[in-house]
């Protein structure tokens, strides 16, 4: 079945860097656009990066120059590599397709990034 497992959140200073990885299984990954998603307390969840199959990567626009996203289709991995956190950076980060094609019950856990100010 559909799966995907957040990892490698945590606390972090403003000005700090976290990298957060995401185990995707059950359905084809290197054929998908996989992204990152966030959500913050009382806010809904956004998309914050993307890359399609070929790789072409997408930022919004509070992340672009700050994040970096990576696909390893043979791992079926995928990555984020954030610099410069912000307090507005804290949210719980999940992945998932773009767009989200699975049912809401596949969703992960998510990780969470605290970021202090």
């Known amino acids: 079945q559909v799966q995907f497992v957040e990892s490698g959140g945590g606390l972090v200073q403003a000005g700090g860097s976290l990298r957060v990885s995401c185990a995707a299984s059950g359905f084809a990954f290197g054929f998908a656009t996989m992204g990152w998603y966030r959500q913050a307390p009382g806010k809904q969840r956004e998309l914050v990066a993307s890359?399609?199959?070929?790789?072409?990567?997408n930022y919004a626009d509070s992340t672009k120059d700050r994040f970096t996203i990576s696909k390893d289709n043979d791992k079926r991995t995928l990555a984020l590599q954030m610099n410069n956190l912000t307090p507005e950076d804290t949210a719980v980060y999940y992945c998932n397709t773009v767009p989200v094609v699975f049912s809401v019950r596949t969703w992960g856990q998510g990780t969470q990034v605290t970021v202090s100010s």
């Open positions: 890359m399609t199959r070929d790789g072409i990567s």
